[in-house]
């Protein structure tokens, strides 16, 4: 198992299952970070203050882990995010590691539609 896979699963593990984004950020995420979600600043400090609400501060919110992908200096999480009052919505984060701390992200979102044209889910 490379290193960035091994800290990629850490990562995901606390931010996702356990919904600790500050301990997260704080292990695994460099100052330097970039973020190329438009609504959010650059920098750990911007992305926890962005985050904490839908995962910390949201009890019934629940990110299940569908895959994690991880090649070389890049890693992906495909999961099924739920929150009360919301569609359901199927994310794709894409992270980019350097010496072993994660400094770029990029994300893609689609609404779990409530019919669908055939009979295999989004999952």
Same mark, same amino acid.
């Given at each position: 198992? !490379? ?13 996702? $299952?356990?919904?600790? %984004?500050?301990? +997260?950020?704080?292990?695994?995420? +460099? ?16 992305? %926890? ?8 501060? $949201?009890?019934? +919110?629940?990110? #299940? @882990? ?15 995010? !739920? ?18 701390? @994660?400094? #770029?992200?990029?994300? %893609? ?7 669908? %044209? ?6």
């Amino acid at each position: 198992m !490379s290193d960035n896979r091994a800290a990629f699963e850490q990562f995901c593990d606390l931010f996702y $299952s356990r919904k600790r %984004v500050a301990d +997260a950020f704080a292990l695994l995420v +460099a100052p330097g970070y970039r973020q190329h979600n438009p609504t959010i600043a650059d920098g750990p400090v911007a992305a %926890v203050a962005a985050l904490t609400p839908k995962f910390d501060g $949201s009890p019934d +919110a629940r990110f #299940e @882990i569908q895959r994690i992908i991880v090649d070389g200096d890049l890693a992906m999480v495909h999961v099924k995010a !739920s929150r009360p009052g919301v569609p359901d919505a199927a994310v794709a984060d894409i992270y980019r590691f350097e010496d072993g701390r @994660i400094v #770029e992200h990029w994300d %893609v979102l689609q609404q779990v539609p409530v019919h669908a %044209v055939h009979d295999h889910p989004m999952f």
